[in-house]
């Protein structure tokens, strides 16, 4: 991430949206399946809940403690945001862009 953007475009930015990008970036699926999967591999409700707190939590201004829960977290606020970008008829690329091109 820090070299997309070179290093002190990014030091100001939030923990979560960092490495939940660099997760995205890569697909962090496997990661976030870990956390709310249950025993059949569906999806566990209450850890699901557990998850969305988490992410709600960092948003929320919760310290980043760079475990892989929080990781998790951050993806899944990232996978949220790209699908409202989506859903505008976007990209996260363009996103990711103007971003870019703000801190130029």
Same mark, same amino acid.
């Given at each position: 991430?820090?070299?997309?953007?070179?290093?002190?475009?990014?030091?100001?930015?939030?923990?979560?949206?960092?490495?939940?990008?660099?997760?995205?970036?890569?697909? +962090?699926?496997?990661?976030?399946? #870990?956390?709310? /999967?249950?025993?059949?591999?569906?999806?566990?409700? @209450? =850890?699901?809940?557990?998850?969305?707190?988490?992410?709600?939590?960092?948003?929320?201004?919760?310290?980043?403690?760079?475990?892989?829960?929080?990781?998790?977290? +951050?993806?899944?606020?990232?996978? #949220?945001?790209? /699908?409202?970008?989506?859903?505008?008829?976007?990209? @996260? =690329?363009?996103?990711?862009?103007?971003?870019?091109?703000?801190?130029?």
């Amino acid at each position: 991430m820090n070299l997309a953007f070179v290093v002190n475009k990014t030091i100001h930015m939030l923990s979560w949206f960092k490495e939940g990008m660099a997760e995205f970036i890569h697909s +962090g699926d496997e990661r976030l399946e #870990y956390y709310v /999967s249950d025993s059949v591999g569906g999806v566990d409700a @209450t =850890k699901l809940n557990n998850m969305v707190s988490r992410a709600t939590d960092l948003l929320n201004g919760d310290a980043w403690n760079s475990d892989s829960r929080d990781y998790a977290a +951050g993806y899944l606020i990232v996978k #949220y945001l790209d /699908s409202k970008v989506k859903s505008t008829g976007n990209m @996260t =690329k363009s996103f990711m862009q103007s971003i870019q091109t703000r801190f130029s």
